[in-house]
């Protein structure tokens, strides 16, 4: 597709995958349960204020798309066997379609042919659709409204359980299940 030259991917060792992000998300955690988040702005304070190695990134209005990539690629690219033993990949444009695996440092690489389809298809294809937020259902917010609404201080229920746009029964709203969404 055109995207890149090369792209090389190395796993850590099983065993081995705790590094500094974990540490710092462990932080985020200690700080996270000891406050009060009511709002994205809120949250971006906790994450900021948990540890130095943390600071949130917003992307409001970023332009940033979701695509469905696993049904695009499952009909040009077959599985690569034993993927979990792998711990090198390399992709590179000047061998489209294949991708060369080791499973160790010490291992040479092997190639793979993983494109099902031609590399014509493939380019002709273009890109995934993007996947649009399905957001929450009617129900979901008059459960939120109804149920959840009376336990938020009240300058965050605006934001965060505002009234629904469509009316559904109140039987329906008090019957939704916490994690229905």
Not at 41 to 66: F, R
Not at 127 to 154: C, F, K, T, W
Not at 165 to 179: D, F, K, L, N, Q
Request: proline letters at 6%.
């Amino acid at each position: 597709m055109g995207l890149h030259d090369r792209i090389e991917l190395s796993f850590m060792l099983t065993g081995h995958t705790r590094c500094l992000v974990d540490g710092c998300f462990g932080l985020l955690k200690q700080k996270f349960r000891r406050s009060d988040c009511y709002t994205m702005g809120q949250l971006v304070a906790v994450v900021n204020e948990s540890a130095s190695c943390n600071k949130a990134q917003l992307i409001p209005g970023s332009g940033l798309e979701w695509r469905a990539w696993d049904t695009f690629l499952a009909q040009h690219f077959k599985p690569v066997k034993g993927i979990r033993k792998v711990q090198h990949m390399v992709f590179d444009a000047a061998k489209p379609g294949i991708v060369s695996v080791k499973a160790s440092l010490e291992d040479t690489y092997s190639d793979v042919e993983v494109l099902t389809t031609s590399k014509d298809a493939l380019v002709a294809a273009g890109m995934p659709p993007v996947l649009q937020a399905p957001g929450l259902s009617e129900q979901r917010q008059q459960y939120l409204y109804n149920q959840i609404r009376p336990h938020v201080p009240d300058q965050f229920q605006d934001e965060l359980c505002p009234k629904p746009a469509v009316h559904v029964s109140a039987s329906a709203a008090t019957s939704a299940s916490p994690v229905e969404e």
